[in-house]
């Protein structure tokens, strides 16, 4: 069983990954609305894969990212936004992220990092 954690300040895109990942037979462990949020979810709840907006109040995606990267330095995170600021996009990658995809994301193409990520895992 994949745990999914999803972390975005929007509740659609939330629930339309959600729908993604559940309709693909895997399981969303939890939900977080910013980093900050996704960060304590992620240290309980222990993810193998997080999907993180970049643009989020309280604690942005990068921070969120780095942290996390701390915490867990072989942690999959996919990160996402639908502002793609290339500066942004270039130091989540250098950080450590897994994947960049573009909101709104295409569904075969996010199951197909998904499936990357998994045939790593195994």
């Known amino acids: ?6 972390v975005d300040d929007s509740e659609f895109f939330r629930e339309t990954l959600k729908d993604i990942f559940i309709s693909a037979g895997h399981t969303v462990v939890g ?7 996704g960060l304590e979810k ?3 709840l222990h993810p193998d ?14 921070d969120a990212l ?4 701390e915490f867990d330095p072989d942690a999959k995170v996919i990160m996402a936004s639908s502002s793609a600021q290339n500066s942004k996009v270039s130091e989540a990658l250098i950080i450590g992220a897994y994947e960049f995809l573009p909101k709104p994301f295409d569904k075969d193409k996010l199951l197909e990092v998904v499936s990357d990520i998994l045939s790593g895992l195994m």
Do not use: H, Q, R
Not at 31 to 37: H, L, Q
Not at 49 to 62: A, K, L, N, S, Y
């Open 31 to 37: 939900e977080a609305s910013d980093g900050a949020e």
């Open 66 to 69: 780095t942290k996390i990267l």
């Open 42 to 44: 992620f240290k309980k």
């Open 1 to 6: 069983m994949v745990k999914i954690l999803i």
């Open 49 to 62: 894969i997080t999907t993180m907006d970049i643009t989020m109040p309280v604690m942005d995606g990068i």
